[in-house]
């Protein structure tokens, strides 16, 4: 293959320095755990227990260096796709959403305009939207999103334009509103009649969520009165149809509620994917699968090429198990106050990953094979889905109803995929009966989806358990990084909506990591590679590392209040090792961020948010995993709430921590109360006196007090919230009963004092 041919390079990342520091900071841990065991008679419990989270820390330090080691990056030459193909690949796109009340229908419109209006010939796509709020006001709003994409996806495609999610193009300066800076007459006509189109469709949305939806209309909406969301039939609606196949007309627009009944279990967005899979397998079928969650819009027309250079440039199917694109943010608040943008974090861990067996399946912006998804193995060369069952050969009929469930068109269109055959293009309508049987909410039982095929059940992140069922079996995967960015979405703001998402990111990793598709079992018995394996082990821990935070935070406080100490004297040289480590981390990480371009601020926001993260929701998270495991408690997906306004700027909390009166902000202040009492009793001379004996014994002296102050810092946010007001300030009833908390930790304090 000529070089200037080939559709994608692998660029190996140089981080010499970075390793070493790594190394360097590697060291000094063991160094800290050596220095502890030396010690250990000497010294009480606090020792024993600061041992302890030294040792947590340093694990975790071991399995970040393992992630970090091997960095690569991608480049793709998407122009060079045309002179290899002559016909492009039919992809399905899948849009999800689940309440119109926490992710407004606009939003979801945009989302679905976007992904219509990518540059790929248009009887290759389609778009299914799946909505478990089951809203007529959602449909409706994609009804008439469709009616505005007619003029509004041809004004794209004439003018070439950039960000086609309309919410996005109008939200920005006029001036840079035509790429290729196209002024003529003709394009501002037309760019006029665009923006009162869009200002038409919202008006529309407005006036249907505040009055109802117009009778012209509404008779189309019958199937919607009166619905309950937990209990109703399944309903499938072809919106838009691309009846002629037109390579420059619109994709097809499907919109999906499937059937909920109170008593089965809808498993969450796995259980909304699984359905998107088998409906778009009976209507369009196509070998790649494109998913995206409501608020996520396509930035790059060039996207979807992008992750063709990967599936068609690569001589080894293994290769390319799916294409992930890194999460990134639009209207993001500056220096990122919520440590939820994740700018460092991707550049090194991601593309660490992205040098082992891959990055994770991070379940939006994410292009499937349709056949891994189906279960296939990289070697199954006879392309059936061997690896799950033991029948080998040709799987027999009996063994794929089995598997797939009994709808015969269905299994149909899956031999297809696995051959690779495509299918033959149907009429959409003649197969809605069928797709409303496949959407049933017993059509699952006794089959294979949701364990062996598909997206897996059982975990609130659906996404990273996917993805490790799909590594184990042995695919590598792709970190797909082009310029603009693939995919933007919306992060959450505010305390409570970061604090819940991250709650539910500990609780789903946990269940992950006790559940069958634990990465440790997929090392030992299957093929998931065993570095990959510590990089999944790096998020999955996330909910345990809130006990060595949480302790060592605690040991400060407790060692000023019963005058006892868990680090060196400022005298001994021990000492050293410490200041060491300190400095050298804190520099290090400060350094790689700036290395990337971002700000101090962001740096120490980050650094601080990942503290607060660590210490509530994710204790929260593991105490519900715990919760799950004893049977008391079922885990749940709690949806977040997606902000419409495209500038974070704009919204009135400027980035301000805010609170409410969930349990969630009991730990963090709680903590911040017993270091406040601390240093205070320590100011005031109310602890008890120690003097240094003969067995090295001594008081807490400047470095507790040093370790205090800093998880004070750490805690910022929550110090103004003791005298914030409204929704800036924690709730008087979080705040008595951590003061409750607080007095009880002191009283524990002296009774095991070693005074
Ligand atoms: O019962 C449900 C619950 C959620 N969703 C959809 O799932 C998506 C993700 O939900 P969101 O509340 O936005 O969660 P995030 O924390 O922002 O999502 C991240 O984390 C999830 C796993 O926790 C992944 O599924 C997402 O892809 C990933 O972006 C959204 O499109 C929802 O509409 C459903 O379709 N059905
Ligand atoms: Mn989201």
Same mark, same amino acid.
């Given at each position: ?25 590697? !060291? ?30 340093? !694990? ?50 945009? $989302? +679905? ?56 193009? !109008?939200?920005?300066?006029?001036? $840079? ?71 420059? %007309? ?82 993001g608040l500056k220096d990122d106050p919520f440590g939820n943008q994740y700018r460092a974090w991707y550049e090194y861990i991601l593309r660490g990953l992205a040098g082992i067996q891959g990055p994770f399946y991070g379940g939006t912006g994410c292009f499937h094979r349709r056949k891994v998804i189906y279960g296939l193995c990289p070697d199954d060369t006879r392309n059936e889905a061997k690896c799950l069952s033991s029948v080998t050969g040709n799987l027999a009929e009996k063994e794929q109803l089995k598997i797939f469930g009994c709808s015969k068109e269905f299994n149909k269109s899956a031999t297809e995929a696995f051959q ?15 797709? +409303? ?51 933007? %979405? ?32 997929? $090392? ?10 510590? %990089? ?36 001994e040289p021990a000492i050293l090792i410490y200041v060491a480590l300190f400095t050298l981390y804190n520099t290090y990480t400060l350094l790689e961020y700036l290395q990337l371009g971002l700000s101090i601020r962001e740096w120490w926001n980050n650094l601080r948010m990942m503290r607060i993260y660590a210490m509530n929701p994710w204790l929260f998270g593991f105490v519900s995993v715990i919760f799950k495991i004893l049977g008391i408690s079922e885990t749940v997906f709690e949806v977040t709430q997606k902000d419409q306004s495209d500038d974070g700027d704009d919204s009135s909390d400027g980035g301000r921590f805010t609170f ?73 009833? $979080? ?10 930790? +002191? ?9």
């Amino acid at each position: 293959m000529a070089s200037n041919n080939i559709l994608y390079e692998r660029v190996a990342r140089k981080n010499t320095i970075h390793r070493v520091l790594d190394i360097t900071i590697l !060291f000094l841990l063991l160094s800290v755990l050596a220095y502890r065991l030396a010690s250990l008679n000497k010294h009480g419990v606090a020792w024993i227990l600061a041992f302890f989270c030294e040792s947590c820390f340093t !694990f975790v330090w071991v399995i970040t260096i393992s992630t970090k080691w091997t960095q690569v990056e991608y480049k793709t030459y998407p122009e060079r796709l045309s002179q290899r193909m002559e016909e492009f690949p039919a992809v399905d796109m899948f849009v999800t959403t689940a309440d119109p009340m926490l992710e407004p229908p606009l939003l979801t419109a945009n $989302t +679905v305009i976007s992904l219509m209006a990518v540059d790929y010939p248009a009887d290759k796509l389609a778009c299914y939207v799946s909505d478990d709020g089951c809203s007529a006001l959602t449909f409706y709003t994609l009804v008439e999103a469709s009616k505005f994409a007619k003029i509004w996806i041809p004004f794209c495609k004439k003018y070439n334009i950039e960000a086609r999610a309309p919410f996005r193009y !109008f939200s920005r300066d006029q001036s $840079t509103m035509a790429t290729g800076g196209d002024s003529s007459l003709e394009f501002e006509r037309e760019c006029r009649k665009m923006k009162e189109g869009y200002a038409e469709l919202i008006c529309k949305i407005n006036d249907a969520t505040h009055k109802s939806i117009p009778e012209d209309v509404a008779r189309d909406f019958a199937v919607f009165s009166n619905i309950d969301r937990r209990n109703h039939p399944t309903i499938v609606k072809v919106i838009w149809e691309n009846k002629e196949r037109l390579p420059d %007309g619109l994709p097809h627009l499907i919109y999906i509620s499937r059937e909920k009944r109170v008593k089965h279990p809808h498993h969450y967005k796995a259980g909304a994917m699984n359905v998107l899979t088998r409906v778009s397998g009976l209507l369009t079928n196509a070998p790649y699968m494109l998913n995206v969650d409501c608020d996520n819009f396509v930035n790059n027309p060039q996207t979807v090429r992008h992750a063709m250079c990967f599936f068609l440039g690569s001589d080894n199917d293994k290769e390319t198990g799916f294409v992930q694109f890194p999460q990134s943010f639009y209207g993001g608040l500056k220096d990122d106050p919520f440590g939820n943008q994740y700018r460092a974090w991707y550049e090194y861990i991601l593309r660490g990953l992205a040098g082992i067996q891959g990055p994770f399946y991070g379940g939006t912006g994410c292009f499937h094979r349709r056949k891994v998804i189906y279960g296939l193995c990289p070697d199954d060369t006879r392309n059936e889905a061997k690896c799950l069952s033991s029948v080998t050969g040709n799987l027999a009929e009996k063994e794929q109803l089995k598997i797939f469930g009994c709808s015969k068109e269905f299994n149909k269109s899956a031999t297809e995929a696995f051959q690779g055959k495509t299918s033959d293009p149907v009429n959409l309508s003649k197969m809605i009966e069928e797709a +409303v049987q496949v959407a049933g909410c017993g059509y699952e039982y006794g089959t294979r989806w949701g364990t062996e095929v598909g997206w897996q059940y059982g975990s609130t992140t659906e996404d990273i358990m996917t993805g490790i069922t799909i590594q184990g079996r042995g695919w590598k995967t792709i970190l797909c990084t082009p310029h603009p960015e693939g995919f933007l %979405g919306c992060s959450p703001s505010g305390g409570p909506n970061s604090m819940t998402q991250q709650k539910r990111w500990a609780t789903g990793l946990l269940e992950v990591l006790f559940s069958k598709r634990s990465p440790i079992i997929a $090392t030992i018995t299957a093929r998931l590679q065993f570095r990959q394996c510590l %990089g999944y082990l790096w998020i999955l821990i996330w909910g345990l590392r809130s006990i060595p935070e949480l302790g060592y935070a605690l040991l400060p406080a407790y060692c000023i209040i019963t005058n006892s100490t868990f680090l060196p004297q400022v005298k001994e040289p021990a000492i050293l090792i410490y200041v060491a480590l300190f400095t050298l981390y804190n520099t290090y990480t400060l350094l790689e961020y700036l290395q990337l371009g971002l700000s101090i601020r962001e740096w120490w926001n980050n650094l601080r948010m990942m503290r607060i993260y660590a210490m509530n929701p994710w204790l929260f998270g593991f105490v519900s995993v715990i919760f799950k495991i004893l049977g008391i408690s079922e885990t749940v997906f709690e949806v977040t709430q997606k902000d419409q306004s495209d500038d974070g700027d704009d919204s009135s909390d400027g980035g301000r921590f805010t609170f409410n009166g969930s349990h969630i902000f009991l730990p963090g202040t709680t903590l911040v109360l017993l270091q406040l009492t601390a240093l205070t009793m320590r100011l005031l001379g109310l602890i008890p006196s120690v003097s240094d004996d003969d067995d090295g014994r001594h008081g807490s002296g400047l470095c507790e007090v040093l370790c205090s102050l800093w998880v004070v810092m750490c805690f910022w946010p929550f110090v103004k919230g003791l005298v914030g007001r409204g929704k800036y300030g924690i709730p008087l009833s $979080t705040i008595c009963k951590s003061t409750l908390l607080s007095f009880l930790f +002191v009283q524990l304090c002296k009774m095991t004092s070693p005074a």
